[in-house]
């Protein structure tokens, strides 16, 4: 029997980490040696925000440079981790009677790479990528997460990558340093305090939390992949934060773990 490998949740924050050697990349090297070795990755990321559920079932994903205005270096990565087509057919049989399409024209966005780059740096370890239905409620993501949970027993890593507090209007751009906004600190403690405590439904309903949540999750897919490794989690699991962080005032590099 497989060892039940941890959910995670990792803020991406700037697509230039994936280039970059900081306290954020570092911390995300850590987590790849600490892990258990799993047999498979399944990424839900932030970037694959379309109008239907769908799992990339190919061999060979490509290697998805979906951004503009970065240095030419960035987009001359290649992440060549192999796909998982038996995977992505595990998922579609787990979350059945829910119509998933075998996607075989995605492959792995930056959300994925940029931080799998880091985890897992051989590329030796497949990845299938499930996408967020941009039409679903954010109970629905829950739920997806909640029936995705066996995956762990099969030793599948369930990764979500976004941002808990992800609010570009508000970002120190060019590098400048810039303290955390009141409302992106508030924010974010309430999540960790909620997520300490167990108290996962005002999580779900998210949008119903004032000012401070409209700010910090002005438009939601970089804080629905939390959803789903929230639901993957099992009940009375530890919680663990082993990255954590603000990024140019108003993007949490928080890293939220189960397991």
Avoid: C
């Avoid at 980490?17 to 932030?46: K, M």
């Avoid at 799992?55 to 290697?63: D, I």
């Amino acid at each position: 029997m497989s060892t039940r490998v941890p959910a995670l949740f990792l803020g991406h924050g700037n697509p230039m980490n994936a280039l970059h050697e900081n306290a954020w990349t570092r911390a995300w090297a850590a987590i790849g040696t600490a892990l258990p070795r799993p047999r498979a990755v399944l990424a839900v990321s932030a970037h694959w925000y379309v109008p239907l559920t769908a799992v990339t079932a190919m061999a060979s994903p490509r290697t998805l440079h979906d951004f503009g205005g970065f240095p030419r270096e960035l987009y001359e990565v290649r992440y060549a981790a192999p796909g998982d087509p038996e995977l992505a057919a595990r998922v579609q049989r787990l979350l059945a009677p829910l119509a998933v399409a075998a996607d075989q024209s995605w492959g792995l966005d930056h959300g994925s790479w940029s931080v799998l780059k880091h985890v897992f740096p051989d590329a030796s370890v497949p990845v299938a990528q499930l996408s967020i239905d941009e039409t679903r409620a954010a109970d629905f993501h829950h739920e997806l997460g909640a029936r995705l949970r066996p995956l762990r027993d099969e030793g599948v890593l369930i990764l979500g990558s976004g941002d808990i507090v992800h609010n570009l209007h508000a970002y120190a751009w060019g590098g400048h340093p810039r303290e955390p906004y009141d409302w992106a600190t508030r924010f974010e403690a309430w999540v960790r305090e909620r997520l300490e405590a167990g108290d996962h439904a005002p999580l779900i309903d998210y949008g119903s939390l004032g000012q401070d949540a409209l700010l910090s999750v002005p438009t939601p897919e970089h804080y629905l992949p939390l959803l789903y490794v929230l639901g993957a989690s099992f009940p009375g699991e530890p919680v663990t934060f082993p990255v954590d962080g603000v990024d140019g005032g108003s993007v949490s590099m928080l890293a939220v773990q189960f397991g």
